[in-house]
């Protein structure tokens, strides 16, 4: 097929061939280090994991590595459970991990894992210069021990009452009903969780301890700095005024236990104590550079370099303090001139449907399951990051992962693409006609596409300040902006087979634009939904492209253009009860005898419930149709405006003013929705 696009610098986007030599930072380039929290091993992933997101469409030189976090007591206990030994538990559990990060598109340079001959290293040469600098200290101190594992056991397997309140169930490390903080050897009646008729007792045991304390207050001043630098997100532990809201920051840090009695873990390189293991939240951070270090050779030109190279980390809020406080303080500690934290983007937490996701009571999608709903993962990936709970917890709801396919994807971004480009296939035979402008940036006078272009540009501008900052739900939101306005703008221009017979140069000219914003789509969309972009590309039968400033005629007049093909599919409404009572850990109901078994009994319901369902039901036949891009958008500020809403309710303390923030912020979600009211959905 003939190809004509424009390749001027920086327009085609530089991807790397298959089998390329390792990426390598360019001495003084931007170079882009990225990392996510490493998922423990011994579990698999649910949805509340899969919501970072990578940004290199910008052609800067980026590597993204993550891996397993696979030392420790955590992975001890459950390859006892499970009747195997931890190397094949770890086995087992990081090609899981590795096949359902592959699925979800989520695009690692490097998927590795810490239980690594170059992560010992690396972990002892830390530890050994942390003793030379006089910052480790050796102390005794009493922990839970089972006499039936036998074995000493970390918090998270001790269960028993609470001291304070009487709760039964009581965690070592918290009590859930008094939120109060624990060690586990105050717990009364304590239980082993691997076997509960085990028997729990207290033995004393020494080990080595890092002074947090003696670095403190060389810690709080990088912070400083680097929350200033990397703009980090607000729940990180420094608020917007640069007063740092960390409790054990502010209280003062103390010596933390850097061993614990495991074997499974990398050695302590101190004689006496080599049959002791590093405890897992010393070495899971550094399992970053001995993950790159597995990739290449050379990774120091990444870990070593803070002159040429950003470290961005991505992570729940419940690994904030381990990546802005307890690991800068180690790095410092080590006194090498270490990469550090530049921007930290963490996220609240997920839950679902109501409640939180649970394994054990088969509450939610874990992993694997996400592949067999036949949800593509590009729909997984655009509901997840379009709800990413960046300033509070947010909810995933099946309703709204299906109306998110049905009203945004296919209706507004898949119906944009597929118009466009089946005309051209249709009326021309797949060749982008002539519409007189030149290749390179568009600048018009007529006033219909004047406004077009200019509103783009605009979105273009956000979207890319957007990513700049890391605030990655509204980049995906000024993509659906953008094709919206692709919409109008194909509405406006009267695209249709009279428009070719009567103006046929306008009707090439309204192509060639539509056509160039599809290609400028495929390039903003590629963070998050891959594969789409990579089908967007197909279609155009063009290659990859970078992120532009501003919006230009790059795929020229007589460009043969790929096959068309719808890029979404409809998900019916029905499905989200199925998917709900698939994945709501609810127990089987028994049947009645000779029922079907194949064909479920509908439930019990009342009148008024009855006559509500009828309601809905009519209204979902009259609002049939594709929503308008004027519906859409406003719904889209709508859920933009509600997140603000719940970010402020989740702030504390509350203030006077706090509670008129709210109240303001209130208000204007109330007017967005009786304008959403009064405007025509379809």
């Known amino acids: 097929m003939t190809q004509r696009i424009r390749a001027a610098e920086g327009v085609l ?34 949805l509340g994991n899969i919501i970072g997101s990578t940004l290199r469409t910008r052609n800067r030189t980026t590597l993204y590595v993550c891996g397993t976090d696979e030392y420790g007591t955590a992975t001890e206990t459950q390859a006892l459970k499970e009747g195997i030994t931890p190397r094949e538990l770890c086995d087992k559990y990081h090609l899981v991990h590795k096949e359902t990060y592959e699925w979800f598109d ?44 036998p074995k000493f056991l970390a918090d998270r397997f001790v269960e028993g009452i609470c001291p304070h309140c009487g709760y039964e169930d009581a965690r070592g490390d918290q009590c859930d009903n008094c939120t109060r903080t624990l060690d586990a050897i105050e717990l009364i009646k304590p239980r082993c ?39 980090w997100s607000m729940n990180s532990v420094i608020n917007s005024d640069g007063e740092i809201t960390d409790a054990r920051l502010n209280s003062g840090l103390r010596p933390t236990p850097l061993t614990r009695d495991l074997k499974w873990g990398v050695p302590v390189p101190v004689e006496g104590d080599d049959e002791f293991g590093m405890k897992g939240k010393f070495d899971a951070p550094i399992g970053y550079p001995s993950i790159t270090a597995n990739y290449t050779p050379e990774w120091k030109q ?51 449907e109501g409640g939180k996701f649970s394994k054990s009571r088969g509450r939610g999608v874990f992993g694997p399951a996400a592949k067999e709903t036949g949800i593509p993962s590009s729909v997984w990936r655009y509901y997840l990051l379009s709800s990413r709970p960046e ?32 005309f051209v296939a249709s009326q021309y035979n797949g060749v982008l006609p002539d519409g007189g402008d030149t290749p390179g940036p568009l600048s018009v006078d007529d006033p219909l596409d004047g406004k077009f272009v200019a509103e783009i540009n605009e979105l ?56 160039n914003l599809i290609y400028v789509l495929s390039a903003l969309i590629y963070p998050f939904m891959p594969a789409t972009s990579d089908a967007i590309l197909a279609q155009l039968n063009a290659p990859p492209r970078a992120v532009p400033e501003a919006l230009s005629t790059d795929i020229l007049a007589g460009h043969t253009l790929g096959k068309p093909e719808h890029l979404f599919k409809k998900i019916e409404e029905s499905m989200a009860e199925t998917f709900r009572l698939k994945f709501g850990g609810m127990e089987p109901q028994p049947q009645a005898a000779g029922a079907d078994p194949l064909q479920a009994a509908p439930p019990a319901v009342s009148k008024r419930q009855a006559a509500a369902a009828a309601k809905k039901a009519a209204t979902a036949k009259a609002d049939t149709g594709p929503k308008s891009p004027e519906y859409l958008a406003l719904e889209a500020k709508i859920q933009e405006q509600g997140q603000v809403v719940r970010g402020l309710k989740g702030q504390t303390p509350k203030t006077s003013e706090s509670e008129a923030q709210i109240a303001s912020a209130v208000e204007v979600l109330k007017g967005l929705k009786l304008e959403l009211e009064s405007l025509p959905k379809n």
């Open 13 to 46: 986007r530089v991807i790397p061939p298959p089998g390329h030599p390792a990426i390598l930072p360019k001495s003084g380039d931007t170079n882009i280090l990225i990392t996510s929290a490493l998922p423990y091993c011994n579990n698999v992933p649910h």
């Open 302 to 352: 990444w870990w070593f370099n803070p002159k040429d190279v950003k470290l961005y980390q991505f992570m729940g809020k419940d690994n904030v303090y381990f990546h802005t406080v307890y690991y800068p303080s180690v790095q410092l500690g080590d006194g090498r001139d270490w990469t550090m934290l530049h921007h930290v983007n963490s996220t609240e937490y997920l839950n679902y």
């Open 106 to 149: 989520i695009g690692f340079d490097h998927f590795g894992r810490t239980s690594t001959p170059a992560h010992t290293e690396i972990c002892q040469e830390i530890f050994t210069n942390l003793g030379k600098n006089n910052l480790l200290e050796r102390q005794e101190k009493a922990q839970t021990y089972c006499e039936g594992c």
């Open 460 to 515: 273009l501008k956000v979207y890319i300040d957007s990513m700049e900052a890391v605030k990655i739900r509204q980049g995906l939101q000024t993509v659906m902006f953008i094709s919206s306005a692709g919409n109008t703008y194909l509405q406006s221009s009267g695209l249709n087979k009279a428009l070719m017979t009567e103006n046929p140069v306008r009707c090439g000219q309204v192509l060639s634009r539509a056509v």
């Open 193 to 231: 969780l691997v076997d509960k008729t085990h028997t729990v007792t207290t033995r004393t045991s020494a080990h080595m301890y890092f002074r947090m304390n003696d670095v403190q207050e060389r810690t709080k001043e990088w912070i400083k700095q680097s929350w200033k630098n990397g703009k």
């Open 391 to 422: 300033t509070a917890d947010s909810m995933f709801s099946w309703a709204e992962c299906i109306a998110a396919n049905n009203n945004v994807l296919l209706n507004n971004f898949g119906n944009f693409v597929n118009r466009a480009l089946k």
